[in-house]
């Protein structure tokens, strides 16, 4: 079954703020009850698509990487 539900302007500034925090489409999906499709589907109606997760995840895994080695040393 299909429904279809508006965006509340507390949701739009929500999704803002999950967008500014760089959260990722699944945590502002599940923050704000709606499907991963639809957060994804309004952020980049609202011009602030979400990055790319896989080059996100690869920042973030090379940056934890550099900061074990750092300790290391």
Not at 14 to 19: A, G, W
Not at 31 to 55: D, E, T, W, Y
């Amino acid at each position: 079954m299909v429904t279809s539900r508006s965006w509340t302007p507390a949701q739009i500034e929500r999704l803002e703020e999950l967008l500014a925090a760089k959260a990722s489409p699944a945590r502002a999906a599940v923050v704000l009850k709606r499907s991963i499709v639809s957060v994804q589907v309004k952020a980049r109606a609202l011009g602030k698509p979400f990055p790319n997760m896989r080059k996100l995840r690869l920042a973030r895994n090379a940056a934890a990487a550099a900061s074990s080695e750092n300790r290391t040393v």
